[in-house]
Structure formats: C-alpha cells, structure tokens
C-alpha cells in the first residue's frame, strides 16, 4: 500500500515538473526575442547610433522565436505583411503632416504665427503657455502627433528664437498634446480604450476629465514656475522687423490652421483637413509670397530651406522628414505582427495574475504597461496586447470596465508615449526636432502613472485599515 502511495506521489511530482518545464519551454522564445530587443536598442542608445539598428536586431529576434515556437517560414511571412499593412493608416497622416508642414514654412504661415507670438506671448508665461495652447488643440483635433506636428512645430521656432531650453519646450507640448489623445471625444486612442474596455466614449470622456484635475494642476504649476526660471528671452523688435522684411505677412496666412482646428466641429477627418490644409498653404505661397510652383513643390517633398539668415529658424518640415519615424513604424510592425500571429504574450497571464493578487491591480497594469509599451513600438498594439493580458484578471476579481478604462488611460496611453523606440514617443520627438533628453520634462506623461499608484496604495491601506 505503502509503495502504491509513493509511486503515485512520484507521478504527481513528475507531472508537476513536466507541467513547469513545458511552460518554461514555451516562455523561453519571448524571453529570448524580448532580450534582443531591448539589448540591442540599449547599446544604441549608449554608443550613439540610431536606435533602427536596435529595432532591426529585435525584429530578427522575434522572427527566429517564433521559428522556435514551430511556425513555418509560410506562416510568419504573413503575420509580417499583416503587421506591416496594419501601420499604414499611420504612415499616411506622417506623410501628411510632413507635407503640411513644409508648405506651412513656405508659405509664410510659420513665420506669421511667430511674428505675432514674439509679440504677445509673455517672457515669462511661454512654456506654460506652450503647455495650455498645445492641450486645447490637442483636445480639438484629437491626436497628439497632429498637436506637435502643428502648434507644437511653431513654438519649438518661437522657443528657438527666444532662447529656451528645446527640451523643456518640447516636453510642455508633448505633455499637453497627450491630454487630448488620452481624453479627447475626436481621438482615435479614447476609442480604441471605449473598444477594448466595452465602454461608452462619452461617458469615458467626463470620467478621464474629472480623474485629470490634480494631474493638471500639478502640471499646469510646474510649468509656471519653469516659466519664470526659464523666461522666453526678449525677442528684438528687430528680429520682427528682418521677418516682416522677408516675408509678407497677411491674415489669409491662418487659412491652413484654422482648417485644422474646426474640422473636428465639422467632424471632418483629420487627414482631410490637413490634406486641405496642404492645398490651401500652397496656394497662398504662389498668391501671397509669389513662390514658383517648383519651390512650393520642393518643400512639401524635402522641406523648406533657404539663404536667409533670420528665416534659417523655420527650416525644416517636408514629407522626407519622416522618414526615420517611418522606418521605425514599418520594422515595429513587422514583429509587432508576429506577437498578434503566435500569441506569445498569452503564456505570462498566469504570473501576472500571481503578481496582481500580491501587488495590486493598477501596479500591474502601469508595470505591465512598460515593457509591452516597449515590444509593441506603438501606442495601438500596446493597448490590445495590455487589454489581451489585463482584462481576465479584472473579470476575475469583478471589476467595472469602467475601471479598467480609466486604469489603462492613466497607465497604457501615456506611458507608450515614454518609451523611445515606441512610435507613441519617437515621432512626436521627431516632428519637434529633439532627442529622447525630452522625456523627463514630459511632466503630463509620467506623473498620471505614478499618482495612479500612489492613490493605489494609499486606499488599500485605508481598506486595510478598516478591515481591522
């Protein structure tokens, strides 16, 4: 009897084992893809070279795990093209903005906005401002790459005039320019989270609005007082003087941005009106500043450039502008297509319901968040890879999909936006024309995660407590 008892015990014990090693097994090729990835993007990083290298690395990577797994180079292939064909709504709206912004140079609307900003932006006041201006186009349009793509183009100029920090000002336009994407009805993120989450939008909106005061106002005073640290230095009258010498300015140069911000009134898409907006800044180059059609031609594709010397600060913009951020975009897409095709992320589930049970919900989406933000390379696959992950253990400890919604805002879609090799991060970076030093005075971004956690903890002492 005695032997029987142990013989089945070591039957037990086997299994067990074999039950571990075979999840093990079944863990190791993600383990090793996502090794690659983030190794290679960090040597990049260190010793300077551009982080396509690392992405290319992370794509080989993730191409040879999923050989691992037992898919055939016939089945990878596909999950690849899918990936890929996946991006190309975003790729189109890059081209368009890079478009859109060379002609707005050339055509002297740029160089308008900035005429009028030197004079009545307040030195002290301008990266608040930066802040405050980039939030409401951001929430009227929708989209945090059209935000810096826009307005956030034209105060990355003004601050290069006046002599502020890039990368503070870049940090207070991306800040605001994901208020809109987090919680804006016109953004195309809200409606993935009310999608995933099976939430209503508007509802989510109210919800996402009342849950961002404290992060606002702890925002909005930071950058206050870096405004009166940093002060926009006092611009010359002389430097308008040399810009109105060179280009003629007139009121019909706000055409293309007022097209921008009432389309969503109009509830007209975005890469329609900036589509218009293209058409309309062209005309006004050839009308109003009497540019040859083979110049305004040249802009749109490689961007503006010119002899002047006081006109050198709008350089810049052009459809080949976006090429690195179109790269990333493309190889991103080519493993973020075999993560969906070989459902690697599904044989963590189980740890990470380990790890809710010990640390808590919203720790372990902000957690979670990271390095999913960090092997999807955008802020679309980053949010259905979370949800894929997080949503059975809401449903298992019955919490509202309310919950869920507000918990991804405030962990998923801003943090993608932190990550340097996530599109979320590198386009908006680009379009500024600053590197990943930006991130930290992106205030907006990382300060919604971190009070998430801390308002975690702080009410599950207090439930602690009264449980005593």
């Not at 086997?14 to 090729?29: A, G, K, L, T, Y």
């Not at 989209?143 to 890039?166: E, P, Q, R, Y």
């Not at 996402?208 to 010359?236: C, I, K």
């Amino acid at each position: 009897m005695g032997s029987r008892n142990s013989k089945h015990s070591y039957q037990i014990v086997c299994h067990i084992v074999r039950f571990h090693e075979e999840r093990r097994r079944r863990f190791m090729p993600f383990l090793f893809a996502l090794s690659v990835l983030i190794g290679s993007i960090l040597f990049c990083v260190i010793f300077g070279f551009t982080i396509l290298y690392g992405l290319s690395a992370g794509a080989i990577a993730f191409f040879v795990a999923a050989l691992w797994k037992g898919h055939t180079l016939q089945e990878i292939v596909p999950m690849m093209g899918r990936g890929i064909r996946d991006s190309f709504i975003v790729i189109r709206i890059l081209l368009l903005i890079g478009a859109m912004t060379g002609i707005w140079r050339i055509s002297g609307t740029i160089p308008y906005l900035v005429y009028y900003g030197i004079q009545l932006i307040a030195p002290k006041t301008f990266l608040l401002l930066a802040f405050l201006l980039a939030s409401a186009v951001s929430y009227l349009i929708g989209t945090s790459i059209g935000t810096c793509g826009t307005i956030g183009v034209v105060l990355m100029v003004l601050a290069k005039a006046g002599d502020v920090n890039l990368f503070m000002t870049a940090g207070a336009v991306i800040s605001g320019a994901y208020f809109g994407d987090r919680a804006s009805p016109a953004s195309s993120c809200a409606n993935l989270v009310a999608f995933l989450t099976s939430t209503e939008l508007y509802e989510n909106v109210k919800k996402m609005l009342r849950n961002t005061v404290l992060p606002m106002l702890m925002v909005t005073a930071s950058y206050a007082g870096l405004s009166l640290l940093f002060p926009l230095q006092a611009t010359s009258q002389s430097m308008s003087a040399d810009i109105a010498a060179h280009v003629t300015l007139s009121p019909w140069l706000l055409l293309p941005v007022v097209v921008i911000l009432i389309a969503p009134f109009l509830k007209v898409l975005i890469r329609n009106a900036m589509a218009v907006s293209i058409v309309l800044g062209a005309g006004l180059g050839l009308w109003i500043q009497k540019i040859e059609p083979a110049a305004i031609l040249k802009a749109l594709l490689t961007g503006f450039t010119t002899d002047v010397e006081i006109l050198k600060m709008f350089q810049g913009g052009g459809v080949m502008s976006m090429k690195n951020a179109i790269l990333i975009i493309l190889i991103s897409a080519t493993f973020s297509g075999i993560l969906k095709g070989t459902d690697m992320l599904s044989d963590i589930w189980e740890r990470l319901e380990g790890w809710a049970k010990r640390f808590g919900v919203f720790p372990v989406m902000a957690f979670t968040s990271i390095p999913v933000s960090a092997i999807a390379c955008n802020q679309t696959l980053s949010l259905i890879l979370e949800a894929q992950l997080i949503k059975p253990i809401y449903q298992t400890r019955q919490l509202s999909n309310s919950q869920m919604m507000l918990d991804m805002s405030n962990s998923t879609v801003t943090i993608a936006g932190l990550i340097p090799w996530n599109t979320a991060c590198a386009i908006p970076l680009s379009l500024l024309g600053v590197s990943f030093a930006a991130i930290p005075w992106a205030f907006y971004l990382w300060l919604l995660p971190v009070l998430g956690v801390l308002q975690f903890a702080i009410s599950d002492k207090k439930d602690i407590k009264h449980s005593a």
